[in-house]
């Protein structure tokens, strides 16, 4: 069955970068395109960015744009998430997951937490 | 980018129906009916509940039902069990710029 494990989270400083990774199996993965979501605590889902199955496309939210980059490495069935010049508000729960149709996030990994300190 | 608006709490006693909606602008629903619910239970995952408006996922019970009107989606739940108790979000697709909306969040108390 569809799996998928995110990690590299951690406590960060804020204006540091980290990484991201998500771990796919059991499915085709470079036939989906991917998404990474987030939950800052307490908080509700906010999506983050989507890559299309090939790379070819990328769309972000304004609030990481021009900061986080989504990739995708298909021959290790493995999807990223580079984040640059993080903020103690970039602090949350997040969440990788499949496109399918369009618009609909079908699997979901159960997360990797990550904290911005000041 | 604006959330999609959601009442924060619903309830219900076990066996009633209750019903989530889930208000945008045209811009958030396009002219398409790509929304989706999310069934979210305490530090899990989202899982999938309704797609493309009111098609449900393998696994998931025909208690669940989706529609749409105009810019407002519903997710009707109904012979409410205690194990439905969860925050719920919908998500819709908005076209090739914003991609992607979701509401704030539903949460359903089941009394």
């Known amino acids: 069955q569809v799996q998928l494990v995110e990690s590299g989270g951690g406590v960060v400083q804020s204006g540091r970068s980290l990484r991201l990774s998500c771990a796919a199996s059991g499915f085709t993965f470079r036939s989906y395109g991917m998404h990474w979501v987030r939950q800052a605590p307490g908080k509700g889902l906010e999506w983050v960015a989507l890559?299309?199955?090939?790379?070819?496309?990328?769309y972000y939210a304004d609030s990481v744009k021009g900061r986080f980059t989504i990739s995708r490495d298909n021959s290790k069935n493995t999807l990223y998430l580079q984040m640059n010049s993080l903020r103690a508000e970039d602090t949350a729960v997040y969440y990788c997951a499949t496109e399918h149709p369009t618009g609909t996030l079908e699997s979901w990994g159960h997360g990797t937490l990550v904290t911005v300190s000041s | 980018q604006s959330a999609l608006t959601q009442p924060a709490s619903v309830s219900g006693s076990p066996g009633q129906s209750i019903t989530i909606s889930c208000t945008g602008t045209?811009?958030?629903?396009?002219?398409?009916?790509?929304v989706s619910w999310y069934q979210q239970h305490p530090g899990k995952a989202p899982k999938l509940m309704i797609y493309?408006?009111?098609k449900r996922p393998s696994g998931v019970s025909n208690r669940f039902s989706g529609s749409k009107s105009g810019n407002t989606a519903s997710l009707t739940i109904s012979g409410l069990q205690a194990e439905d108790e969860a925050d719920y979000y919908c998500?819709?697709?908005?076209?090739?710029?914003?991609?992607?909306?979701f509401g704030g969040g539903t949460k359903l108390t089941v009394l």
């Open positions: 493309e408006g009111s």
């Open positions: 890559i299309w199955y090939d790379g070819s496309n990328k």
């Open positions: 045209s811009s958030d629903f396009g002219s398409y009916n790509l």
């Open positions: 998500c819709s697709y908005a076209g090739s710029s914003t991609f992607v909306v």
